[in-house]
Nanobody, 124 residues
């Protein structure tokens, strides 16, 4: 089993920045892909960003490309999501996810473990 704990959410004005962290514990050796998803009220959970174990390959949703940056520190078993130029439409609960080897990184179904979520609110 793998446990994921997110932190760093909060309330910011539009245009502001936040950095989310996700610390993994347990069978971390089994983790290959890590990702961030978000879910706004009344909407389905959607892909935000993902990163492979090496950190050399990163993937982003078009809506956040150029504003968000995903990174990971394997020594600390932690993945980060730096969010800049936040918009009101970025408001959602953000979830960290971890999974094994898979060429697909954008679908919720390829991730085996999920964090509890952290609220991000960008006010206009």
């Amino acid at each position: 089993q793998v446990q994921l704990v997110e932190s760093g959410g909060g309330l910011v004005q539009a245009g502001g920045s936040l950095r989310l962290s996700c610390a993994a514990s347990g069978r971390t050796w089994s983790i290959y892909n890590m990702g961030w998803f978000r879910q706004a009220p009344g909407k389905e959970r959607e892909f935000v960003a993902a990163i492979r174990r090496s950190g050399g390959s990163t993937y982003y949703a078009d809506s956040v490309k150029g504003r968000f940056t995903i990174s990971r520190d394997n020594a600390k078993n932690t993945v980060y999501l730096q969010m800049n130029s936040l918009k009101p439409e970025d408001t959602a609960v953000y979830y960290c996810a971890a999974g094994g080897v898979n060429t697909i990184v954008t679908a919720t179904t390829v991730y085996d473990y999920w964090g509890q979520g952290t609220q991000v609110t960008a006010s206009s």
